[in-house]
């Protein structure tokens, strides 16, 4: 498929034309996660594509109910995984492990989060496996725990799950309660290398048909080609807008960069910090915004008007591009948007798990008020 | 004494007193009564405040970041009065925030429960805050020692209200602003009674009241009205003690004012002196320069240099009693004062005050000249010098005279004459008549006699005597070489006998 200015709609397969696009539309829907892997994942991906092929991109709908299917992603430091990339077969192994562990053959792969790196690891992995890669995700974004998917909403287990690190050492790892695979995971992550390749929630696209967000593989395509098409913000911001639901909360000039250590939930690692913006126009809002390991919350004068788990990022207005958290400065004049997460994500439950009180804001969200 | 308020007592009091006293205010409006003091750990806590509360931030809703900016957002909702908060959470932008919102955010060092304890404490009893802060306010006008630093105290704690010490309607120290006539300010005025002076001083404070409003708006504005009054009663003895102070330090006081007024003498050599106005400093030193400026010279009967400055300042003390505004300046021989009013034909205060100084006048030898009323700094400088002429002229009339400008004329001349040096030409060429014991009535006679042009009987009148006798004494000078006749020697003779008798009518007085 050839990415054609203004396409809009569900693709069917992934060339290694469509591998700046996922970058960029990864990037966007996890603004906290920095460029330094881009070159080399890129050109690995589009490698493995122009040998292997297309890999195509289905429906989960389209398969039949009974093929085995498992999720794959990134886990721990990117920029552990800039200092030792990955050796290429991590991600084949940990889903071999598992075909192995459980005696069966994987059918299609699809990616635990459709953002950051996890999204072109996923189809690396397809690409490898010659299988074909969903067109469906368990965030719809990115989350920090593994367990902070839309499957384990629906009671699917992670485990039997299976970590491989770029040493080629591995750890496999079966609980019965889902939350609990993420703290011995993590224990794991440092010792294998700093990252690891997951492979993890074996199950089948009967389940995933009601368990997983779909088509936001191909939502990330269609948000990266908006991106790569370089316009100016208004229209930008707008285009986004038909294709996620964002809209621009605010535009303002950066004020402050608060790097505080404040006392942080310990379920989530992040150091928190804030970033207060002058608004430009408009009411002249002093907007702050709160990061941890992503924007987790926007308060308007004090007021909250979008937090987690809505999706925030920050567009440079004088570049036309994403801001990344650590490329900001004070001065830069941003664009601040909130894209709406699934549904799934403002259920009680969901909001209980990734809402904003699992970052120590004890508010309530401006959807349910 | 008054009964001391119990109405709610305003942020601005809190700020005043320990706890928040130490602590870095940014207040939206310091009236704002506080009802009610909560200690907030949860956002639920502050989502249930009610108005015109102040919170105290603490545990879950100070983490910093975004919980302060949450909850000054909450505050604003609420309609609270204030929220404190450790400076560990509090930055630049919060402050920038609250400002925004008009909420007013108190930032602590010290651990919010005890505050938030003490507070408490302090708003269930409001008057024993204020007792608080008026005790607060005396140990601090006790450190005073001269009046500016007490106006000084003053207006920092009355911050929106100026206050201003004023004589006679001079502003001696504090804010002119406080005189100022504004809409829906009321002014509070407190008597000074200053040591020795006769017309008191008074505080003024321009209290602005929040006009017609909502009765419980207009009793907040009556509680500071009763407040200030307090303060100002409160500054008096401190103000009276600096007063008396200052009034001690009059060699500084002295020097001061010399210098003063020798640059004010200058100002009148500016390209246009109508135009000169009143340099700013001359009214620090409570001078007053106006419309009608009306000199007084004061002079020793027998001018014998500069005079020492004990003297000065007992001329002072007596002088400006009652009028302290009434500057006294030491100015070669003499003292230099002046009467500043609108009407230039107003001189009862200054008739007044002559008389009321007669005795001192008489008790140090002193003679008064006063000079016509001129506006402005050049026209007070001309009646200056009307006023030393007039002094001259004064001095012929013995310790305590007064001799008014408009009365003098061209006789001024005559104050001029250098008497004692031309007594001591008489000594020289006149030997036979000085050595007469009659030489004094000789003198006076033919002075009379040239006085009234020649006519004898004119001379008999005025000396009292008959005409005979003044015949008689007229041919015993002309024997003694007192020659008047001789058309040629006449003003000589003339100016003589005037000479001569002015110095023996000065020494038969003394």
Known sequence: ?369 | MKRSSTLPITLGELARIQPLAGAEPHLADPSRPVEQVVLAETFDRLRRCTPHGLVVLHNEAATGGWSLAAALHLAWERNLSAVVVARSVAGGSSVALAERLHMSLIVIDDDPIDVALQLAGQVSAPAAARALRQARLAELLAEQTGIRGVLGVLNRELQQVPVALVVGGVVIAGQSAALTERPQVRLIEVEVQAPGERSAARLIAAVPSTGPASPSVSATASVSLEQVESLLRLARPSLQAAWAQSRLDTATRAAHEQAAFDLLRRLPSAPSPADVEAPPWTSELGWQVGEANRAVWLAPLRPSGEPPPEITYLIRASWQRGHSTWPLVAEGDGWISWHSGADPADVTSLRRALAGFRDSAVAHRLVIGVGRAHAGVAGLMRSVAEARLAAHVAREDGPGAVQWFDQVGANAALAWLPTTEIAQVADLTLEELMAAKDRAALVQTVLAVLDSGGSLSQASQQLGVHRNTVLARLARARQLGLTYDEPGQRLALHVLSYALTALWSNNELT
């Open chain 1, 1 to 369: 498929m050839t990415s054609v200015s203004g396409y809009v709609g569900a693709s069917s397969s992934i060339t290694a034309e469509d591998v700046p696009a996922l970058y960029e539309g990864a990037k966007f829907y996890s603004p906290a996660v920095g460029d330094s892997n881009k070159t080399s994942i890129n050109s690995w991906l589009a490698g493995l594509l122009d040998r292997n092929g297309p890999v195509p991109l289905l429906r989960v709908e389209s398969l039949p109910p009974e093929t085995p299917c498992v999720s794959v992603c990134v886990i721990g430091s990117g920029s552990a995984m800039s200092d030792l990339p990955p050796a290429g077969d991590e991600f084949e192994l940990a889903v071999r492990q598992i075909e192995r562990l459980q005696q069966i053959t994987f059918g299609a792969i699809y990616p635990l989060a459709a953002a950051t790196i996890s999204a072109l690891v996923a189809v690396v992995t397809a690409a490898q496996l010659r299988v074909p890669l969903l067109d469906a995700d368990g965030m719809g974004r990115a989350f920090a725990l593994i367990h902070h998917t839309a499957m384990h909403l629906s009671g699917v287990s992670p485990t039997p799950l299976a970590a491989v690190g770029p040493t080629g050492e591995s750890v496999l790892i079966e609980v019965p309660a889902g939350p609990r695979a993420d703290r011995m995971l993590r224990a794991n992550v440092d010792t294998v290398g700093g990252w690891a390749a997951l492979a993890a929630y074996p199950t089948t696209a009967g389940v995933l048909r009601r368990a997983a967000l779909p088509g936001t593989m191909s939502r990330i395509a269609n948000v990266g080609r908006l991106l790569l098409d370089r316009t100016d913000p208004d229209r930008l911001v707008t285009r986004l807008g038909a294709i996620t639901g964002c809209r621009r909360l605010a535009r303002g000039r950066i004020a402050e960069l608060e790097h505080l250590s404040r006392p942080s939930d310990v379920t989530i690692p992040a150091h928190p910090s804030s970033l207060v913006v002058d608004e430009v126009g408009g009411l002249g809002r002093q907007l702050r915004i709160e990061l941890r390991s992503e924007i987790v919350a926007v308060f308007a004068d004090g007021a909250l008007i979008a937090g987690a788990p809505d999706l925030m990022c920050l567009l440079d207005v004088s570049r036309g591009t994403l801001a990344t958290l650590d490329s900001l400065e004070p001065g830069d004049l941003i664009d601040v948007l909130v894209t709406p997460a699934d549904a799934v994500w403002y259920s009680p439950a969901g909001i209980e798990m990734v809402g904003m009180g699992s970052h120590g804001i004890p508010l309530v969200h401006p959807r349910r008020r």
